[in-house]
């Protein structure tokens, strides 16, 4: 900074050097910005320098090419350095090309992109694992761009029906549905490689009257609002949910999204026009709840999408399978079986069908969560009697007594081993004679054997 400031003043080369006790090749250089300062070019050869053509080269063909195996390739060609060096002198010379596709946007500039009120709702999963009902738990997030304001609701899939039931779901708990439905390329609503509706998710978005617009490929930041939504759902209840059932999570996490998630504060001058406010006014911060009750939405139909959501269900020993908090009634006798539920979107019914496809059962359908028995009176009377037929008064069995075999196994016995196997009997005299070879001084007295 000196030397520029004294050349400025228009001092001579050597004036700056004689004043700065420095050689006049070193002003020469920061002048001519040939030198940095607090960068000292090293004295010794770079030993990356004879090999940079290479190096580039290879880069040229695979931008992507892993330090590891390029380091293998020059100590063959006699790189004499350990790789850690290699590694910082790459790093240090700026080798690798820049690959855009690979970027992503870390680093990049940025803007937010303006949403008008009521114009764009987006969709996105959260895959949450080990929930403390067991298995995987997917919670389908619906958020409003302009406002921020978020509903969540739980499911147990992810395929279309639940998406479905899912988006309905949302739409009536946030009061309507937007325009446009923004979402990445989920393969149930975006057919896979293309920018393209699946052909049996275009009628749900006329049944709402929704356009669907897919994001770009690999730009998931597109819609930033739900992602957004789903780390903070993420870092503030699901770390701190204390619920134990599907049906108690999602009570929770309506309430939080109601309270917590729209008492978000929002920046004033997202939503404040240049010159509104007087000189002296401090500027107020709107919520997500006072922005998302401004927004105009579109009215949802009466009822919903009538797509048929199907699970597999094991029959328990109460003759019942579970759905949803509750339990419904089977004829006794099934016990173990895997059963299928059906339930079709808009109607107050459920079905069961058996593995094969024959409807066995169709119940009313209980409100979720509320932990209701639905059986019918016939199945109710069936299980009754069988219950009732196990009962005996009967005193318990003696597991000690003395049994031997009966005359039935005695008769099995001899069919086994024919005429000698009616009756057990003992030869002496045999036995007798065994027993005088085996001691030499036995005597045999009026039938009996004694030593």
Request: glycine content about 10%; proline content about 8%; some cysteine.
């Amino acid at each position: 900074m000196e030397v520029h400031a004294l050349a400025k003043r228009g001092w001579s080369i050597s004036a700056i050097a004689r004043h700065l006790e420095c050689d006049r090749k070193t002003v020469r250089s920061y002048l001519n910005g040939e030198r940095e300062p607090g960068v000292r070019r090293s004295s010794a050869p770079d030993p990356l320098a004879p090999f940079v053509g290479y190096v580039k080269a290879r880069f040229v063909e695979d931008p992507h090419l892993w330090a590891s195996a390029l380091f293998d390739e020059v100590v063959a060609l006699g790189y004499g350095c350990s790789y850690p060096s290699f590694a910082r002198q790459l790093r240090a010379a700026a080798l690798r090309p820049h690959c855009e596709a690979c970027a992503g946007v870390r680093g990049r500039e940025t803007v937010e992109i303006d949403h008008p009120a009521g114009e764009e709702i987006q969709w996105d999963w959260a895959e949450r694992r080990r929930a403390p009902w067991g298995g995987t738990c997917y919670g389908l997030l619906g958020t409003l761009a302009h406002s921020g304001r978020t509903r969540e609701v739980l499911c147990e899939s992810m395929d279309q029906a639940h998406l479905i039931e899912a988006i309905d779901s949302v739409l009536r708990r946030l009061g309507g549905t937007a325009r446009h439905w923004r979402t990445d390329r989920l393969a149930t609503v975006i057919k896979p490689g293309t920018a393209e509706v699946q052909a049996s998710f275009a009628p749900v978005a006329k049944h709402y009257g929704a356009i669907v617009v897919p994001c770009p490929p690999r730009r998931g930041n597109r819609k930033g609002a739900v992602e957004c939504g789903v780390k903070f759902m993420c870092g503030r209840w699901w770390r701190t949910m204390t619920a134990t059932t599907p049906e108690e999570a999602q009570v929770s996490l309506d309430r939080f999204w109601a309270t917590t998630g729209d008492g978000r504060l929002r920046p004033p001058g997202r939503y404040a026009e240049p010159g509104e406010l007087a000189p002296s006014e401090r500027p107020r911060w709107p919520t997500v709840g006072e922005l998302a009750d401004a927004e105009v939405l579109m009215a949802l139909p009466p009822a919903p999408y009538p797509a048929t959501v199907e699970v597999t269900r094991t029959v328990e020993d109460r003759a019942s399978v579970a759905f949803r908090g509750n339990r419904y009634s089977l004829t006794p006798g099934m016990g173990g079986m895997e059963l299928v539920v059906r339930h079709r979107l808009g109607t107050a019914t459920l079905e069961i069908f058996s593995p094969a496809g024959m409807l066995l059962v169709s119940h009313c359908l209980a409100p979720p969560g509320a932990g209701s028995m639905v059986r019918t009176p016939e199945h109710r009377g069936a299980l009754e009697k069988v219950v009732l037929g196990q009962f005996s008064t009967a005193r318990p069995c003696d597991r000690k007594a003395n049994k031997p075999p009966g005359a039935a196994a005695i008769a099995e016995r001899a069919k086994l081993l024919g005429s000698g196997g009616v009756d057990p009997t003992v030869d002496l005299d045999q036995m007798a004679e065994v027993i005088s070879l085996a001691f030499p001084g036995t005597t045999e007295t009026s039938g009996e054997v004694s030593a």
